[in-house]
């Protein structure tokens, strides 16, 4: 018989955001709320899903959506279900989408598209794998950017050259570590627009960019026959299996097998 379980973890990059896995779980809660805004992916089961006054009936791959401090109960409709959450502090989640002084609230409480499912999962993986800030944030604005009401205010006017300013950058400098927040502060806008705005202009946010850069970057690298635990380390990988999984991802071939096309022993 399958046995429930639960862990937490904080996130090590990330010490504002909390992880949570229930699995197989019957638990049921009562009405209460959560200073942080959270937003969790259903795995297995379903469950009866009350938001303020309104309920709603969740399955497998709905994404829910909490507001801080919103009420709120989530309980197994079935004998048991399972699933994943991130909690997120507020302050730090206002900060980082910030478009206007006014909080963050979001559009709808449960979504049911597989992209944000896929988001999500990325995400979560991310977090689980401790990858640097950069990328978490990245991913967490790419996951939750449509999930928000919009703001009563207009947005400020997005700046070019502070895009392309990034853009330079992350091309000059692939192998370094860079903050979502320094990145905003050098380019002039805020972390949410410029992860945004910089996907529009280049087709993929800065993390995915500078990962993209680093990859190029390899392989001349690679052709000179240059070991891959050196070439990770010069390049910011955080180890020789990072590289190898990311080189993978985009060349659909590993580090070793590209090399050998060009060195012959």
Request: with cysteine; charged share 20%; net charge neutral.
């Amino acid at each position: 018989m399958q046995q429930s379980s639960v862990w937490l973890k904080r996130s090590v990059a990330v010490p504002q955001i909390e992880l949570r896995c229930n699995e197989w779980s019957s638990t049921c809660y009562d009405l209460h709320t959560h200073a942080e805004y959270s937003f969790g992916l259903i795995d297995e089961g379903q469950a009866l899903y009350q938001s303020g006054q309104v309920s709603h009936a969740i399955q497998v791959g709905d994404l829910v959506t909490i507001d801080a401090n919103k009420v709120h109960a989530c309980n197994p409709r079935s004998a048991h279900w399972s699933y994943r959450m991130l909690f997120i502090e507020a302050t730090y989640l206002n900060q980082l989408f910030a478009e206007t002084s006014q909080p963050l609230c979001f559009a709808q409480a449960y979504w049911r598209e597989s992209q944000l499912g896929m988001a999500f999962n990325e995400l979560f993986s991310s977090l689980v794998d401790d990858e640097p800030a950069l990328v978490i944030e990245s991913q967490l604005i790419t996951c939750c950017a449509n999930l928000w009401k919009p703001p009563t205010q207009t947005a400020q006017v997005i700046a070019l050259a502070g895009l392309r300013r990034i853009k330079d950058l992350l091309q000059k400098q692939a192998q370094a570590e860079f903050s979502l927040q320094a990145l905003s502060e050098l380019a002039g806008l805020t972390p949410y627009q410029l992860v945004r705005h910089f996907k529009k202009a280049y087709g993929l946010p800065p993390h995915a960019f500078q990962l993209d850069q680093r990859i190029q970057q390899a392989k001349p690298l690679l052709r000179q026959g240059v070991s891959l635990n050196e070439i990770a380390l010069e390049l910011g990988f955080a180890d020789q299996a990072h590289f190898q999984r990311h080189f993978k991802r985009r060349l659909a071939l590993t580090p070793k097998t590209y090399q050998q096309q060009f060195i012959r022993s």
